[in-house]
């Protein structure tokens, strides 16, 4: 699927079975196991947009599992829907299944995802009745919508904003070792700053970008 809004690896596979060229922050372990993954899957006839369902659908279910504060086992299923949320790209382009609809679908999914973890979260602090963690997750509701957002308005008007040191899957690793720390104090409370900070720096990093790119125009 083409990516237009989504903050994920582009993962490009020239012919099946022939070397993949990895344009995304991937460690070679990841890119391994994204590669091995894939080429399994494309033997059967799951569907990239399948695995777009499923990844949004386990997104769905680490969210009950902050809500009933289960929050260790919440952090582990949060880092497999990214990965899922990596795969179905990879798939579609590897069986040569990429459609317009499935990039919209897919960024759709991901904004749905990455809500759905946000809105766990809230309700836990809600119970603890924390004040700063209701805050926080406010915010980074607002400033990872807004990372998102930046590019798709300027790829929409024809401009390049692939910029942004903190997208979406920082921000899923981050959240993710949250919930696994969750036991050490304020650990969750840490991350969600980090993600409030970082997004914003990302936001404004991408208007400076396009703002550069209208000037030269």
């Given at each position: 699927?083409?990516r237009?809004?989504?903050?994920k690896q582009?993962?490009?596979?020239?012919?099946?079975?022939?070397?993949?060229?990895l344009?995304?922050?991937?460690?070679?372990?990841a890119?391994?196991l994204?590669?091995?993954?894939?080429r399994l899957?494309?033997?059967?006839s799951?569907?990239p947009g399948a695995?777009t369902?499923?990844?949004?659908?386990?997104a769905?279910?680490a969210m009950?599992?902050i809500?009933?504060e289960?929050l260790?086992a919440?952090?582990?299923?949060v880092l497999?829907?990214?990965?899922?949320d990596?795969l179905?790209g990879?798939?579609?382009?590897?069986t040569?299944?990429t459609?317009?609809?499935?990039?919209?679908?897919d960024?759709?999914?991901d904004?749905?995802s990455?809500s759905?973890?946000l809105?766990g979260?809230?309700?836990f602090?809600?119970r603890e009745?924390?004040?700063?963690g209701i805050?926080?997750v406010?915010v980074?509701l607002?400033?990872s919508f807004s990372?998102?957002y930046v590019?798709?308005?300027?790829e929409?008007?024809?401009?390049?904003?692939e910029?942004?040191?903190f997208?979406?899957p920082?921000r899923?690793?981050?959240?993710?070792?949250?919930?696994?720390?969750?036991?050490?104090?304020?650990?969750?409370?840490?991350?969600?700053?980090?993600?409030v900070?970082?997004s914003?720096v990302s936001v404004v990093q991408r208007?400076?970008?396009?703002?550069?790119q209208?000037k030269?125009?």
């Amino acid at each position: 699927m083409d990516r237009v809004a989504s903050e994920k690896q582009q993962l490009v596979i020239k012919s099946p079975g022939i070397r993949n060229v990895l344009t995304y922050r991937l460690t070679p372990l990841a890119a391994r196991l994204t590669q091995v993954v894939v080429r399994l899957l494309a033997r059967t006839s799951i569907t990239p947009g399948a695995i777009t369902w499923l990844g949004f659908l386990i997104a769905v279910g680490a969210m009950v599992l902050i809500i009933t504060e289960h929050l260790f086992a919440a952090g582990f299923v949060v880092l497999v829907a990214g990965f899922f949320d990596m795969l179905d790209g990879a798939l579609a382009r590897h069986t040569n299944q990429t459609t317009r609809f499935g990039a919209v679908l897919d960024s759709v999914l991901d904004r749905f995802s990455e809500s759905a973890l946000l809105i766990g979260i809230l309700v836990f602090f809600v119970r603890e009745m924390s004040f700063t963690g209701i805050l926080l997750v406010g915010v980074a509701l607002i400033g990872s919508f807004s990372v998102s957002y930046v590019r798709a308005r300027a790829e929409a008007l024809g401009m390049e904003c692939e910029v942004g040191f903190f997208t979406r899957p920082e921000r899923v690793v981050v959240l993710a070792l949250g919930l696994i720390l969750s036991q050490i104090a304020y650990a969750l409370v840490i991350a969600l700053a980090i993600v409030v900070v970082l997004s914003f720096v990302s936001v404004v990093q991408r208007l400076v970008h396009v703002w550069q790119q209208t000037k030269v125009k």
